[in-house]
């Protein structure tokens, strides 16, 4: 088995919150943490169809990573978009 295989494995089997972030802390660096949290707000941002200039300038980002976001979301057997349209239909439940 291949490393990045093993890791989705380790992660799919982690099932509380907690566990997740230590294993977060354990094996990211600050910085690849705030990666993961930026491309995770930028998707957000684009899903809730706010201009890509607007997310450019308010998150301090390059169009070219805003541009592969929106490339993402339109494919429409995106695993990112699915969660994103689970997401907001939750919140719409509320």
Known sequence: MDDLKELIEIFTKTDSTQEMQKLFEELFTQREKYDFALRWRLLKDLYDGRP????????????CKITRGSKILKDNSSQIKKILQERNHGENNQ
């Not at 890509?52 to 169009?63: H, K, N, P, V, Y």
């Open 52 to 63: 890509q200039r607007e997310i450019a300038s308010r998150l301090g980002i390059s169009l």
